[in-house]
């Protein structure tokens, strides 16, 4: 009996190190697709902002995340997207796991920790399957965010964004909230 306990120790370990490291390696891949998904959406909303003004910002902000999470989930063969607690799109609400990780972003948020470095990754079971879910928590910068998402929006830009987004939720933060967070499945 101690011999067989031993034994399943020593297959245990290993076993439990390996699938740590599988999982340590999808969280750093998830990251640098983090990563390329923000630097993309930043470029293209800080060249909108200066070149053609807030109002077609709104517009390139509407199409280009949907392009970039688009031609990232196609690349890695993943789904890559943006969520929020209060989602201006309602293609980005979140569902019921990633509803829970927000929550715990705003609890760890208000026990002091940074919302900059904040992530959260598990593997769970959805639709009968296994995946590698990741989240990393996008914190609202005073600008350019304020302009969409603060709570004195020039009457031009509330105009749009009701034209695209008759339910928008995401008005009011403030600098330093937790505007929301980017979303990968990885299948298995
Ligand atoms: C020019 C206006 C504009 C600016 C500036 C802006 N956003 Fe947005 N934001 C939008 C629009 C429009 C959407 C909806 C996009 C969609 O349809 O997927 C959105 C959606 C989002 C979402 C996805 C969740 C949701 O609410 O639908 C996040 C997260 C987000 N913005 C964060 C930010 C952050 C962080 C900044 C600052 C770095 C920022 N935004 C700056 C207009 C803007």
Not at 2 to 27: E, F, N, T, W
Not at 139 to 145: F, G, I, K, L
Request: hydrophobic letters at 40%; one cysteine or more; a positive charge.
């Amino acid at each position: 009996m101690k011999k067989m306990m031993i034994l399943a120790l020593l297959i245990a370990v290993p076993v439990a190190s390996a699938v740590a490291d599988g999982h340590a390696q999808r969280a750093d891949q998830s990251r640098a697709v983090v990563k390329s998904f923000m630097g993309g959406l930043k470029g293209e909303l800080k060249g909108a902002l200066k070149s053609e003004g807030p109002l077609k910002a709104v517009e390139v902000c509407n199409i280009k995340a949907k392009d970039i999470a688009a031609a990232l989930s196609k690349k890695h063969g993943w789904n890559v997207g943006r969520t929020s607690l209060k989602p201006r799109s309602a293609a980005n609400a979140p569902d019921a796991w990633e509803r829970g990780v927000l929550e715990t972003f705003e609890t760890r948020k208000a026990a002091g920790e940074d919302p900059k470095k904040m992530e959260h990754f598990e593997v769970v079971m959805l639709d009968g399957k296994q995946v590698f879910r990741y989240m990393k928590a996008i914190p609202t910068a005073e600008r350019p965010c304020l302009v969409c998402h603060g709570s004195k929006l020039k009457p031009e830009i509330a105009a749009i964004i009701d034209k695209y987004y008759p339910n928008d939720q995401a008005r009011g933060y403030k600098a330093g909230d937790i505007r929301g967070a980017f979303s990968i499945v990885q299948p298995m």
